[in-house]
């Protein structure tokens, strides 16, 4: 074999070795991200199920029920539509109806099966995820979000 020939096969076996090793950089990466949706996404079908997600909105009003064995039951909305979530744990403190919520989990038939849930800090703070999704709902109160943004939260 010429050496133009050993150089070239040694360059396309490289080549092939890193188009492995990406491919499968790819799909780990593809297992770990985790998007965020909103409740009137999974209404209409753009959630695959058993894919972890997160899912965010308000904690509708008289939704939340305490169950045995530390399992909760409420209804997040973003004004459009609402999805039923469970939780086995304890919730944060700021958690409670009407608050901004995100929930970290699985879509499993019609229920969301949260394995974490993440409550807002402040009564000022919104995730920026939530609030483009009631931002598109209708539900957004511009002037609790242009507060925020001016004063940087409370005690500030």
Do not use: C, N
Request: charged share 25%; aromatic share 6%; proline share 3%.
């Amino acid at each position: 074999m010429k050496r133009k020939h050993k150089r070239l096969t040694f360059a396309a076996v490289g080549l092939a070795l890193v188009g492995v090793a990406a491919a499968l950089a790819l799909s780990a990466f593809e297992e770990s991200i985790v998007f965020f949706h909103s409740p009137t996404d999974v209404a209409e079908g753009k959630v695959e199920m058993d894919r972890r997600i997160r899912l965010g909105g308000l904690v509708e009003a008289g939704s939340v029920q305490k169950q045995a064995d530390a399992v909760t039951g409420f209804r997040i909305t973003d004004g459009a539509h609402a999805i039923a979530v469970t939780y086995q744990g304890i919730l944060p403190d700021l958690f409670r109806e009407g608050q901004g919520v995100v929930t970290e989990g699985r879509l499993r038939g019609a229920t969301f099966v949260a394995e974490e849930v993440l409550a807002k800090h402040d009564e000022t703070y919104m995730p920026p995820e939530v609030a483009d999704a009631l931002k598109k709902s209708g539900r957004w109160q511009e002037e609790a979000g242009k507060g925020a943004a001016k004063t940087g939260g409370p005690g500030k």
